[in-house]
């Protein structure tokens, strides 16, 4: 049985200059989880995951994997960024942005390791780009797009994966693959920690959720986040026109 490790986030606080993005987060999250990170715009999702790695300053806060700093054990965490952030135009093929994700093996200018490639061409095979491996990502779908990036966090055989919103602008072939492939991270004993916007019956798949509104508002399990009391904190206006905090009404509406 695969020991667990747990990633903790201590006090975390981010400004942008006068804005206070996170105030005083603390969680903790075991592997071999999936947890959803959920919240209105503007909540605070993306500077989470970008304090996480550190892409950003933090005014106050720790983070510790297995019991260690995080920032010395950065090779852990794979990220995924915000479909927004990445320069799709930029003249790089499907096999080099996923072997981007070995670099760090081999650094920029090393020789590429036959064991690299054999992860690059495996972890393309999971997300079914292989044949296109050859291919500008500019030319690819959306949600090709989106594999391209969840083939490169694999490819970096990282204990922790941070995913910023990975089923934006995806078909639903790319969602139930993506879904797949979260649920057997979670059987190798990952730690997935997943930006999302979907609302309804997707949210019961996380084995935990966090929902945010600068602070943290709730944490636990789906069942126990989705209250109309929780959502009322988080989104000023509750989730259904019932006073019963069910789970069952979020299908019911949007609300980002
Ligand atoms: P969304 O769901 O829209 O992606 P989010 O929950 O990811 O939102 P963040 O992008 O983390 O929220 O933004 C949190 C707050 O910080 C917002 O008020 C946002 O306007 C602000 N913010 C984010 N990035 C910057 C920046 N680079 N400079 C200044 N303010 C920023």
Redesign the pocket.
Known sequence: MLKAQMLEVQNLS?S??E?I??SNISFSLSSGSLVGLI????????????AMLEL?PAQSGQIFFDGQPLKKQRHKVAYLP?RSQIDWDYPVTVWNVVMMARTQHSGWFGKVSRQSKEIVRQALERVELYELRDRPIKNLSGGQQQRVFLARALAQQAEILLL??PLTAVDKKTEALMWQIYSELKQEGKTLLI?C?EWGSPLDRYDQLLL?N?QLVASGTPRQVLTNKNIQLAYGAPFAPTNQDSFDHTDELLF?
């Open positions: 981010v942008y200059r804005i993005a996170l919240g209105a715009n503007g909540a605070g999702k993306s500077t989470l995951l970008k950003i915000q910023d919103e930006s916007h945010l600068r980002c």
